[in-house]
């Protein structure tokens, strides 16, 4: 679940625009705060169509982010001592051997006083160079179809779809109008 975390017209805007965010790895004392800004990117991406539940999955999305933080592969944007946005990395680890080495992004979020100042991109390259060190030949991430905002952000840095995904509602095959044919 990504974000772009650019958005330039936010109103919200706090005055620090000046200031450069430290990228650094994030602590566990980061957690509280990360689990909550994760809740908030989750809630976010519901509408977009995302199924995740956020507070539901809070303890879940805890143990993850405890996981990402042992590699150094949870990465935090700090901007006067104030976590203002994270990405969590990993290396892809399949059953099936690749042409490549593929880094996953699954996660890039800027709170919204923080948007539209080049944090995301910061967190974005930051997520690049930490999966190049851990020997990633391409980096692989998902944006909500309908997240306009996430996929110009990714296209802006290079990045283009490779897949897509689609989904139906199963109940809905009992009221399908279209032909066999069609399909």
Known sequence: MSDDGERADDPAASD???ATPLIEPATD???PALVSAWIALAGEQEAYGSH?????????????????????DLLVAR???????????SMENGLFELDVARGRLSNLYVTPA????????????????????????????????DNAD???FYRANGYHETRVTMERR???????THSKEER
Do not use: C, Q, Y
């Open 16 to 18: 620090d625009t000046d």
């Open 170 to 176: 199963l109940e809905d095959r009992g009221n399908d």
């Open 150 to 152: 996430a996929r110009r």
């Open 79 to 89: 901007i006067d001592d104030a976590i203002a946005g994270f990405a969590s990395v």
């Open 114 to 145: 923080h948007r539209g100042r080049g944090i995301g991109t910061a967190l974005l390259e930051a997520a690049e160079d930490r999966l190049r060190a851990e020997g990633a030949d391409v980096l692989s991430l998902e944006a909500m179809a």
């Open 29 to 31: 004392d980061d957690l």
């Open 52 to 72: 995740i539940r956020p507070e539901e999955n809070r303890e879940a999305i805890r143990d993850v982010l405890l996981a990402h933080t042992f590699d150094d």
